[in-house]
Nanobody
Framework: QLVESGGGSVQAGGSLRLSCAASGYIYSGYCMGWFRQAPGKEREGVAA???????IYADSVMGRFTVSEDNSRKFLWLHMNSLKPEDTAMYYC???????????????RGQGTQVTVS
């Protein structure tokens, strides 16, 4: 029910916009979040937007990434600027009642889109 897109390869300093399309029933009160997993590392939270519009960012992306959504909450975006090689990872979107740090506890989870920064 969550499908990510927009990943690709970009040079350091460049930008990408990831999209997450929600289909089926996604409760409007859900928290929508982005996670990522780099090779050999654990999956980590990147950014999230709660049902009241409040946002949360990991320290590593603060000031460079922006999470947003449309009014219907059917589309979630992650605008990534000033990309660094360490941002290289598979990026996943997820949705659940609360904004937690553990991707695997989210009720709805996407399959991921790859971002490579060189």
């Amino acid at each position: 029910q969550l499908v990510e897109s927009g990943g690709g390869s970009v040079q350091a300093g460049g930008s990408l916009r990831l999209s997450c399309a929600a289909s089926g029933y996604i409760y409007s009160g859900y928290c929508m979040g982005w996670f990522r997993q780099a090779p050999g590392k654990e999956r980590e939270g990147v950014a999230a937007i709660d049902s009241d519009g409040s946002t949360i960012y990991a320290d590593s992306v603060m000031g460079r990434f922006t999470v947003s959504e449309d009014n219907s909450r059917k589309f979630l975006w992650l605008h990534m600027n000033s990309l660094k090689p360490e941002d290289t990872a598979m990026y996943y979107c997820a949705a659940d009642v609360v904004c937690g740090n553990n991707y695997y506890t989210y009720k709805y989870r996407g399959q991921g889109t790859q971002v490579t920064v060189s």
